[in-house]
Nanobody, 119 residues
């Protein structure tokens, strides 16, 4: 059974940094894109950053130059380095992965990790 688990969230002051991790486990044959989303209270979930199997990345305009997405294919893990954090970055951060497992292809989501940035 495939499972994605995020870690690394917490409380940080504005201007600070956090590094999120998301590890996929289970019988996984291949992972294509891995992405980070976030959802703030009262707002829709939005794409923050993504990275494909070749290492090509994309970012929301609001985080360009501050956030860096990377992955370790050997560990089936995606990271999100968040620098120069702002109060408006406060949200629950979710990862997802488009992957092939024993049950076929599908998109799997983690349970989310809270990031709170104080002013």
């Amino acid at each position: 059974q495939v499972k994605l688990v995020e870690s690394g969230g917490g409380l940080v002051q504005a201007g600070g940094s956090l590094r999120l991790s998301c590890a996929a486990s289970g019988t996984i044959f291949r992972i294509n894109a891995m992405e980070w989303y976030r959802q703030a209270p009262g707002k829709q979930r939005e794409l923050v950053a993504g990275i494909n199997s070749g290492g090509t990345t994309n970012y929301a305009d609001s985080v360009k130059g501050r956030f860096l997405v990377s992955r370790d294919n050997a560990k089936n893990t995606v990271y999100l380095q968040m620098n120069s954090l702002k109060p408006e970055d406060t949200a629950v951060y979710y990862c997802n992965a488009d992957l092939s497992s024993s049950t076929g292809w599908g998109v799997y989501w983690g349970q989310g990790t809270q990031v709170t940035v104080s002013s």
